[in-house]
Each structure stands twice: as C-alpha cells, then as structure tokens.
C-alpha cells in the first residue's frame, strides 16, 4: 500500500492544508474517497488512519484532509495549537477548503495514474457531513456522497435567542469546551455574520432536495451529540437516499482519540463496509 502523509496544499493568499492519501500499487486509476473531518475534528484522529487503509485495500484512491481553520497546523496538524485560526473558521470557509483539494488532486499530474477524478465519493462525519452535502449538490465530479452521524441543518447550532447567542453578539467572542484537552477555544462573532450572508447556500435541507447522485445516510442509535432526527430529516429531503441506523453506536460510532487497537470498533467498521458497499 502506498501512503503520503501530511502532503502540503499551498494557495495563494490562504491558509495552507495537509493531506494524506492511501491507496494499492496497481495501474489502474482508482474511484476517489475524500473524508471531510467534524467539529473540533482533524484527519488523524482516532482510528481514522484504519478507515483510510480499509478503503484503500477496498480499491479507492482515499483522501483525508485537515481543514485550513481546524486548529492545528502544517508543522502540528495533531490537535489545535491555532486557537487563532480556529476562531476565524466558519462554513465558507470549509466549502472552500473542500473544493480546493478536489481542485488540487484533480489537476495534479503525480496523481492522475492513480486515482480516476471523474469518479469522486464525499464521506463527511458530523459538521463535515454538511460540508460534503453542499459540495456533492454543487460540483458535478462528485458521484456519491455519504453522511456519518452527520447534521442536517447548520442553523440550529446558533441557538439564536438564547444567553449565550446573545453574550457571543455583544461581546464578539464565544468559547467552546473541549473535554478531552482542556482548552476553551475561541469562535468569533463572525462564524455567525458568515452563516446570514450565505444562508441560502448554507441550508443544508437545499442541497440534499437538490441531489441528483446517490445519497448514503449513516447514524448512531446512541449518539448523544446529533440525534437520530438528524438523518431522518436527510432521508426525508432525498427519497432516493438511503438511511441505515447502527444499533448501540455513539457519535463516532463507538471509537475515541487516541485509539491504540489494530482494529476499528464494530460499529465504525460496520460503517466502512456499508459505505464501501454503497460507492461500489
């Protein structure tokens, strides 16, 4: 298996990406797999390097990436050493991140024995779900797109009208928790003024109503973070989606950072080959 991790993505006047790329040996050039990261998300976390490999030795050309705006960075793209730049992030900015590496992949000449670009599968897990969505809705590359435990509508995350929306206008500023490294990182009063300005892009229910390609619909029973009422409202906007609930499987589907097994939980992989299934 051929691996390239943390490759450099450079574009005029905008942050720079990583990426890593998995796939065979063979001639042949291979259907694409890019993975779209969540919320407080990046490309290496938990067992996220087994998903990759799993689809390689599955016969796709996969692509995981880290956002530009996630927090981490070229030299550290572990974690969030850039509470900076994850508090300049917002949706346009990924669905510009996105289509920058389907640009760049697309185009680059070490890839084009490799991998078949005219065939590309989005996954996107959580908030990166959504992202995937709107990208599949608007680029025609794009032939089929799965969700993992994705959101079906980035609005309601504001919570507008509530204390907190309210200190986050006034003050600019709003903190987010992150339990598992104890940072409070930063969201600026424009991830918000981003969202208006865009609204009609960004409602998610807009692109799935409009997808002409097929539609995978993966979710946890037990997902405590984005209820199952997430991916029936997916299912209900596209009549040709598919929705398939894992039994007993949490937000990420029963897997946690850092994951030290050789194998991924049942859930996860249950997952995989549904989604391998499905784009095959």
């Known amino acids: 298996m051929i691996v390239k991790k943390n490759q450099l993505l450079e ?25 779209c990261h ?3 998300g990046f490309k290496d976390w938990g067992p996220w ?61 070490k890839y084009s024995n490799s991998g078949d670009f005219s065939n590309i599968n989005l996954i996107g897990h959580s ?15 794009v032939k089929k797109v799965a969700t993992w435990a994705g959101v079906s509508d980035f609005k309601t995350r504001f919570k507008e009208g509530s204390r907190d929306f309210s200190h986050w206008k006034d003050s600019g500023l709003m ?7 104890n940072q409070k990182m930063p969201l600026k009063w424009q991830f918000y003024e981003d969202f208006i300005a865009n609204e009609e892009r960004l409602t998610i ?31 209900d906007w596209n009549d040709n989606s598919v929705l398939k609930i894992i039994s007993g499987a949490d937000h990420v589907f ?17 997952v995989v080959e549904s989604t391998i299934s499905f784009f095959k």
Request: aromatic share 10%; net charge negative.
């Open 11 to 35: 574009s005029k006047d905008k942050k720079p990406m990583v990426y890593d790329i998995y796939h065979t040996s063979t001639d042949t050039p291979k259907p694409v797999v890019l993975f």
């Open 38 to 40: 969540g919320f407080k």
């Open 49 to 109: 390097e087994l998903v990759a490999k799993r689809f390689a030795e599955a016969g796709f050309f996969f692509i995981k990436f880290n956002f530009s705006h996630n927090g981490g960075t070229v030299e550290q793209p572990i974690d969030f050493p850039d509470l900076e730049a994850f508090s300049n992030n917002n949706y346009s900015i990924e669905l510009n991140d996105l289509e920058r590496v389907i640009a760049h992949v697309s185009s680059s000449e």
């Open 127 to 141: 908030r990166g779900g959504g992202i995937a969505l709107i990208i599949a809705s608007e680029n025609d590359s």
């Open 175 to 181: 903190y987010v928790d992150n339990l598992r490294t």
């Open 205 to 235: 229910k807009n692109a799935v109503s409009t997808l002409e390609i097929p539609q995978l619909i993966l979710h946890g029973d037990a997902d405590t973070t984005l209820s199952t009422y997430e991916a029936e409202a997916l299912h």
């Open 254 to 270: 029963n897997a946690k950072h850092p994951w030290n097994k050789e194998q991924m939980p049942e859930a996860l992989l249950d």
